[in-house]
């Protein structure tokens, strides 16, 4: 008996793992991101990470001679892991609004493009509040889509929330939704050009509203760690003085995502 | 038959670490339960108070909810006292919550499992324990306890084989098992059904196995007990 | 603790809980309503008749509902001559998806559990009605399914808490239930302790609830097991549906 | 005692539950207002008999007539004996009202749930015809007073008083009374031999499968003994227990009345 609980003991603080990390000076840094938002980041079929975010995410380390590790969050938890300290920063896509900036500290955008919705081809879906009646919109839950479609139109339209924007193109692509609404470069990438995506196509305008869009999206890091803000700062414009920004853009993008 | 791409080794793996979280979770089970039970039998109110509280809720409370709760709860009440104890900083990852949560959930049910096999034993034995000279001790650990285990076994077998089932949602806060992968399979492949049907059946082996497992040891426990 | 957030979202937390509620009640009748026919028919003498109800008894209580529902839900999407049919008005929707997952789930429970309370049915009690003339259905009706759902009354009460448990995966696949709702609330807020306490304090009401709905029907129903003076059956805990084996504990 | 319609005859009944023969060729006549008692120490058939009448067993062979209707048999390609027509032993059954040993009563029914659910749900009786019915042979047997009882609630003695009101509620052509006061504590039993005595005065028809030998003795009007299946001795009372011809049968008597 006695021994059964030692064991049982030993176990679980084996399971918590005690992975104590060093004081802050920022020589390591743990990075949440997200792995299912294609081309910003996504897994490959071995697990690996990959995606603009992440080839940022390892330049900016390495401007600021920083060792990271990144660690995978599903969305919805995406904030309140970072301010349960599970990582220190995230750089996930997030885009910098009012109501997160309540939360968490952020710094300047590293890159900004517009959303849009896409529709069926041959459904003739219009933009407005008479065309989205009753229509089933996808978006990923907990995002500026999110809070978009809710604050604009959320009476009329039947919002199906997704963990993942992965998720949320499966079920398009299945026949489940009448209309998506996500940011118009990853729903490019991530599934209108993909097979899933090809009877899909974008329809109306591309939105930049800052009251729900915000300023781009930047690097979520804890109120507390001002410090860290900055250095993310100028590893931004260090990265993209250099070139090295102007590279990863280049590698996904024939456009720039910087500009918007 | 069926066509996995490849996959196989991947919801294997997943496999592993579903029998892992059940068999980790299940022995902190045994473990809170036996403290609740002990609770529950206690003299004193508010420790019974306690333990009627914790079984309530537990019971009150979807698994589901109870696991997003403890897994980012758990992580700020983890943070706050290690804050104050000067720890750095513990992570409670996702195996941890999952394993967490669903010993906790357990550790209800199998207290009053617990609960009701001391309660079986027939006072008769206890006091014939007492009768001979043995400790409060000796009788609990040499009489109470291995009678106990023979009354609480079925409830037990039944706990094991919910328990293995729960370990599903661990899924859902992101633990990669084997649910999870078959959800990254099927969406990879385009064939959901498949992998689900798939993983559908090792819950079902798990399940199965662990059935004729139990029910060799219930056989085992009940020597000298005449079958009603 | 941020108690505001939750009472600015109380209005959507009650919309979550009638979805949560309708879910429920829609299932456990369209449970019941299947689990009748399938305790009969696994309660058959014919072997490889009750087969078939009894594998599929088998293999929903085997697996997790988790799964089931990933099955009916993403899984159906797997087939194009489904996606073509006009099944599809129904599969598409994942409210009739979680609807069926839960209603197949729990006519395996309940089926289970009546074709264990119809197998207890008192021999004696069932020649009286074959020597009072009354012929195999009305024995079913009057005698034999009377008797098995009083019998089963206590387990059933377990798993319509289940149920309300189970009910909560509906969250999970872009349903705002009860769940769902405390999702919402924490992903426009950030506020996950107090979004997922809210729905838990919620689901521990609705819980008593049941709890207390099937006490008062065990006392009507039970009358006539219960000697006239009241016995101590164990009052303060609802034995969960893991473990029928400590309800009847009670000493 | 004139000369009434036969109620009930049984032609060479046999019956064997695999190789052991419990019937081996019996035959019965009981008239109208006959009370026929079947006396026999355990394992002699009586209770098979009884059984076999209203065929909750199937005989292996022999025919069973009601009122001059014979219950058809037939033969399945199995080689197993079965009723020609469900519907005939339905009704068959509803005419001959059984009292068992167990009183199996409806658990889950009060007492006056018990008696008015077979008029009602067999012969079809509108309820509030079968509940006046229900009172009044309630308090024939006098168990008006817990009607409302569920049977747990109630000690053997009145639980088989009301088995016998659920069976006179049948309005039967005949009683078929299995070892009614067996399972009855000594006390108890009194009350309920009272009940099938004024019974048996009214001059209802009645076959009692029996221990009690006073009661065999006074109420009968033909008795019966079965001995390994067959019948041992039979005869009116006076005859059979004054004058016994079988050796067993005294050997049985001197056994029970010791």
């Not at chain 2, 529950?40 to 698994?63: C, E, N």
């Not at chain 3, 990933?70 to 489904?82: E, K, R």
Request: aromatic share 10%; charged share 20%.
């Amino acid at each position: 008996m006695t021994r059964l609980i030692a064991l049982t003991l030993t176990l679980v603080v084996l399971g918590l793992g005690s992975s104590v990390a060093s004081a802050r000076d920022w020589q390591v840094i743990r990075i949440g991101v997200e792995g299912a938002y294609p081309p910003f980041s996504a897994l490959t079929a071995d697990g690996k990470l990959v995606g603009f975010d992440i080839d940022i995410a390892h330049a900016l380390c390495a401007e600021m001679g920083a060792e990271c590790t990144m660690v995978q969050q599903d969305w919805d938890g995406m904030i309140p892991a970072l301010l349960a300290r599970k990582y220190d920063a995230i750089i996930a896509s997030m885009a910098i609004t009012a109501e997160r900036k309540k939360k968490v500290a952020f710094t300047g955008k590293y890159y900004q493009v517009p959303a849009r919705f896409a529709r069926r081809k041959g459904s003739g879906i219009e933009i407005s509040e008479a065309g989205l009646q009753g229509k089933a919109v996808g978006v990923q839950r907990a995002t500026t889509h999110d809070n978009f479609i809710s604050g604009e139109f959320g009476s009329d339209v039947d919002i199906k929330r997704y963990a993942s924007q992965d998720e949320a193109y499966l079920d398009a692509a299945v026949g489940r939704l009448d209309l998506l609404l996500a940011d118009s470069v990853a729903m490019q990438e991530g599934f209108l050009d993909t097979d899933n995506g090809k009877d899909w196509e974008f329809v109306g305008p591309g939105y930049t509203d800052v009251k729900y869009y915000g300023d781009g999206a930047g690097i979520a890091v804890s109120k507390s760690n001002q410090d860290l803000v900055d250095r993310f700062n100028k590893a931004i414009e260090a990265i993209r003085a250099n070139g090295t920004y102007q590279k990863i853009n280049a590698k996904y993008f024939d456009f720039d995502v910087f500009a918007g | 038959m069926l066509d996995l791409h490849g996959y196989l080794p991947l919801i294997l793996k997943g496999t592993l670490l579903t029998v892992e979280v059940a068999v980790l979770s299940l022995l902190m089970a045994i473990l809170l339960g036996l403290i609740g039970a002990a609770a529950k039998l206690s003299g004193s109110r508010g420790v019974r108070l306690l333990a009627q509280v914790y079984t309530t809720v537990i019971r009150g409370v979807p698994d589901l909810v109870l696991m997003t709760l403890i897994y980012f709860g758990g992580q700020i009440l983890v943070n706050d006292i290690g804050d104050r104890l000067g720890w750095d900083y513990v992570d409670v990852s996702p195996f941890a919550a999952g394993v967490l949560t669903i010993g906790f959930i357990f550790g209800a049910y199998l207290t009053e499992t617990f609960r009701g096999g001391i309660m079986a034993v027939s006072r008769g034995e206890i006091e014939a324990g007492h009768a001979y000279g043995m400790t409060p001790r000796q009788v609990f650990f040499r009489i109470t306890m291995p009678a106990m285990v023979r009354h609480a076994l079925p409830g037990f077998s039944n706990n094991w084989l919910v328990l293995a089932k729960t370990t599903a949602l661990v899924s859902v806060i992101g633990l990669h098992d084997m649910v999870y992968n078959a959800g990254q399979a099927g969406g990879a492949t385009r064939q959901p059904f498949t992998f689900y049907l798939l993983v559908a059946l090792l819950f079902l082996v798990l399940t199965g196995v662990s059935d004729i497992g139990l029910r060799w040891v219930e056989r085992r426990y009940s020597v000298g007990v005449r079958k009603a | 603790m941020d108690v505001n957030v939750i009472l600015e979202n109380i209005p959507l937390y009650i919309e979550g809980m009638w979805v949560t509620v309708q879910l429920v009640v829609l299932s456990l009748i369209l449970g019941l309503a299947l689990a009748v026919p399938l305790a009969l028919v696994a309660t058959s003498r014919r072997r490889f008749i009750a087969f078939w109800p009894r594998a599929y008894i088998y293999f929903f209580r085997g697996t997790p509902l988790l799964v089931q529902m990933f099955m009916i839900y993403h899984g159906t999407a797997q087939f194009d001559w489904l996606k073509d049919s006009a099944l599809w008005v129904v599969f598409k929707e994942a409210y009739w998806c979680a609807l069926i997952a839960f209603a197949l789930n729990t006519a395996a429970y309940t089926g289970e559990m009546l074709r264990g309370a119809i197998a207890q049915t008192p021999f004696g009690e069932v020649e009286a009605a074959r020597a009072y003339g009354m012929s195999r259905w009305t024995r079913f009706r009057r005698i034999i399914l009377p008797s098995a759902c009083r019998r089963a009354l206590p387990s059933y009460g377990n798993e319509v808490i289940f149920m309300l448990h189970g009910s909560a995966l509906a969250g999970v696949i872009t349903i705002v239930d009860l769940f769902g709702a405390a999702k919402i609330v924490n992903a426009r807020h950030f506020v996950p302790f107090e979004s997922f306490m809210a729905a838990g304090f919620f689901y521990l009401c609705l819980t008593l609830l049941i709890v207390w709905i099937f006490r008062i029907a065990e006392t009507h129903w039970h009358a006539y097991m219960r000697p006239r003076e009241e016995e101590g059956e164990e009052k303060g805990s609802f034995p969960a549906r893991s473990a029928p084996a400590y309800a009847a504990k009670g000493l | 005692m004139s000369a009434s319609a036969e109620a009930l005859v049984v032609e060479d009944l046999h019956k064997s539950f695999g190789s052991v023969e419990v019937l081996k060729g019996i035959s019965l006549v009981a008239r109208e207002h006959d009370v026929v008692s079947i006396l026999g120490s355990s394992g002699s058939g009586k209770s098979t008999l009884l059984r076999c009448i209203n065929l909750l067993e199937i005989p292996d062979a022999g025919n069973v007539y009601v009122h001059g209707e014979l219950i058809r048999m037939t033969t399945t390609s199995g080689a197993a004996r079965v009723p020609e027509d469900k519907r005939q032993v339905e009704r068959m059954r509803s005419r001959l009202a059984m009292v068992f040993q167990q009183f199996n009563l409806w658990s889950h029914m009060t007492v006056l749930q018990n008696v008015i659910e077979a008029p009602m749900h067999v012969l079809k009786v509108p309820r509030a015809e079968a509940v006046e019915r229900a009172e009044s042979v309630l308090q024939r047997v006098d168990m008006y007073e817990r009607k409302d009882y569920y049977p747990a609630h109630l000690s053997g003695g009145q639980q088989q008083r009301a088995a016998i009101a659920r069976a006179l509620a049948m309005e039967p052509a005949m009683m078929l009374f299995d070892e009614p006061t067996s399972a009855l504590d000594p006390e108890l039993v009194g009350e309920v031999l009272k009940v099938i005595r004024g019974l048996a005065e009214e001059g209802r028809t009645m076959l009692v499968v029996t221990h009690e030998m006073a009661f065999a003795r006074d109420v009968s009007t033909k008795v019966m003994f079965l001995h390994e299946g067959q019948v041992e001795e039979d005869g009116v009372p006076a005859q059979v227990f004054d004058e016994p011809k079988s050796a067993r049968f005294r050997q049985f008597l001197a056994g029970t009345l010791r």
